[in-house]
């Protein structure tokens, strides 16, 4: 497979040489060099344009040959225009210093459009969050994302815990994760977003019900995008953040272009430690009378300390390529865990590790209509999960050795396990677009997912097994396909988006011991999807969208064969689908165009949901249940309140019932599905002012987060509370309270200096607040920052 994906690349390679087009870019500075964001680039007579992002830099990859008029223009600076003469295999590039105008301009035109508002509207529904604007805050992606409409992050403890993510009420493996339009399976936990420092992106995309075609993803209803940094120029940043708890953080990335080359070298990485000692309730037996009694304890075991290094090499911009590189990433990880996924059995011991090498290429080029991106990549990634503790603890802490005839370990008390586990994954994502015509562009994808595991568990002969199933190689082989065709109509008025995938997987391994007999069972399958999406413009300031999709999510490798210790594998799991459906509106709300408001509903019906259930004694594994269907709406509004202070308001709504339950759980049909927020909400405030102390800039902000209370187990829907309504005989520990939580934090940048400085106060009013499982989080507690950024 890997020489197939060499050869591929060599072949365009030699197609550029023939097929090479032109390409102009540059960079826009005010008369002391300062860049320019948000400067308009317009190819007079046609529809070719541009703007700049932050380092003051543009890029057009197609431009025509001929002679043209470019012109550059930007609130409070006279506008340019010079000629540019692009040739075949000669890129065009711009320097162009901008002069500050006398004139007050009582109106302003913005002519162009920035990707990331392009992407905003497109007829699938797409939420962008600007990471760009707030990198100087010590603010974890984590809470970046649960201040945005139809989603919910929550994790079973402290920085590094498992997270899951909730989009328009769907949620774990139904939701895929990217990196830069990569699936994320090649990285393991290398990018778990309460790790990875705001630092290192430029925006997230968050997309709901229909994907793209060039995702390449078997998502169920949503997906999440982290878009890295676009360098171009070469800049320097570092950043150190320290926080409650230890908590400390460092990174560092920087990207260098060789003088009078196309060459370029560029490096990611960052730091993270934390003891994540904060204080939580729990019910701890009384020593006397053995009845529980509620104290606050301090968590003991749930430290975490991870490292990530990611440098990358290549050309950009020259004949052979518009980019090449080659990359190489180092991951290691060693995480405590803490208790049990309900908070009722604390651990003292028990550890997961997690260390990775990685291999990565990527190549672009533009060849005439037909735009190429091929990605590829090698991980051998090994995970330790030491489960042979000496002692059993308490709440307190407090130790006491184990029993001669105890074989238990702490997350399992029947056994004892040392899973060390070997990973080798290859992925490769071909994507395709070509313009047909000037309304018309056609997509092809390709992903392309293989995973072998094998290992070592000594303690697997104590759970009565004759072999170690481990030792046996599990193999899993996801391809997956889409073909789009993006259409407009009726100048522009109408966008529409089709979307053809077919899923394929095939694994092979043995699920348990007594089923082997020698050889290793297989199993595959395949299915098909589609969807399609439509936008309307109502006029320049609004417009509607509508979409659907036939989506299939195929169950992951550890769906498939477990862990061979305590989580039993299943090859008859059948893929989940999903009929998903969007309905949104989407206007300006003034005449002025500060506000404006973005309303979507949405519904999904699910079938075969996966969820992990008991199997046998002390095993487990995951198995098709009830089927699901969701109803719900959201919207947000943005906008100014007064001079220099703007405000954004998101609430959701989702109303998620269990159908087709079966005769045993017939009493819970139509009931609320349990621990999934349904009701939730943001509203943020930023104030910038002009001058307050000093030369320097100041920003305050602040975040207040509500979650309606909802059901940790599932209930009769005649039983379950209305909502803001009073529980009635429901027990306390079944619901997770409401909770109100608010964030503040102050960021200050230096004047002449490019030092920001930034404090956080998170959880300021000390409510308790609960995640997945009604796992407690952190009260008030304090983060530091100080960023350093040159270009």
Known sequence: MYKNYVLLCLLFFINT?????????????????????????????????????????????????????????????????????????????????????????????????????????????????????????????????????????????????????????????????????????????????????????????????????????????????????????????????????????????????????????????????????????????????????????????????????????????????????IGFSYFDMKKELQNNIRLTIPYGEAMYEENALIYTTRYKKQLGKLHLDIFGTYSNRNTLFDDTPQYRYNWLGESTPILDNDNGGETNQNAQSYRDLKFDNWLTRINLSYQIHSRHRLNFNHNYIYEKRVGSDPFAESLGKTVDILTYPAKYTRNITGIGLTSSFFNNKLNNMFTVKRYSVKTSSISSVFDFHGELPEFSDDSFGFGNSIKFNLNKNRYVRFSYERATRIPESREYFGDAVFIMGNEDLKPEISNNINLGFYTNIDKNKRYWLDLNSFYRGVENNIFIRPYGVIASRYENTDDAQILGAEFTIKGPIVKNLSFNLAVTYQDIRLKNTGIKSNSLENARQPNIPYFFGNIGLRYSPKKLLGNGDWQFYGNYGYVEQYLLNAVSKTQEPPLFGDVGSINGVNIIPTQNLVDVGITYKISGVPIWINSEINNVLNTKAFDGFRVQKPGINYRFKIKYSIN
């Open 17 to 325: 040489i023939v097929f090479g087009q032109s390409s102009l870019s540059g960079k826009v500075t005010d008369t002391d060099g300062k860049p320019l964001m948000a400067a308009t680039i317009q190819i007079a007579e046609t529809n070719l344009g541009a703007i700049t992002d932050e380092y003051g830099h543009f890029e057009l990859t197609k431009t025509p040959f001929g002679t043209y008029k470019v012109e550059i223009s930007i609130l409070g600076y006279q506008s340019q225009i010079v000629s540019i003469s692009p040739q075949k295999e000669e890129p065009v590039f711009l320097t162009i210093t901008m002069v500050e105008s006398d004139q007050e301009l009582d109106e302003i035109i913005l002519q162009g459009k920035s990707k990331t508002q392009k992407k905003r509207e497109e007829p699938i529904k797409i939420e962008i969050i600007d990471i760009k604007k707030i990198q100087a805050q010590s603010i974890s992606l984590p809470q970046i994302m649960n201040q945005t409409s139809g989603v919910k992050v929550r994790q079973t403890g402290g920085i590094g815990s498992r997270m899951i993510i909730n989009i328009n009420g769907l949620q774990g493996n139904a939701v895929r994760f990217f990196k830069d339009g990569i699936p994320l399976d090649y990285l393991g936990r290398a990018f778990d977003l309460s790790l990875v420092p705001i630092d290192q992106l430029a925006n997230i995309e968050v997309y709901k019900g229909v994907l793209p075609v060039d995702l390449g993803a078997d998502a169920l209803g949503g997906a999440v995008n982290f878009i890295s940094k676009k360098n171009h120029d070469n800049n320097l940043d570092l950043a150190y953040s320290a926080a409650s708890f230890n908590t400390q953080q460092a990174n560092l990335n920087g990207y260098f272009k060789i003088p009078n080359s196309k060459i370029f070298t560029e490096v990611s990485s960052y730091y993270t430690h934390s003891n994540n000692n904060y204080t939580i309730d729990v019910d701890i037996p009384d020593t006397d009378t053995g009845v529980p009694v509620n104290r606050s304890v301090e968590r003991f075991h749930d430290g975490i300390q991870s490292l990530f290094l990611e440098t990358k090499m290549g050309i950009r911009d020259s004949k052979i390529a518009d980019v090449f590189e």
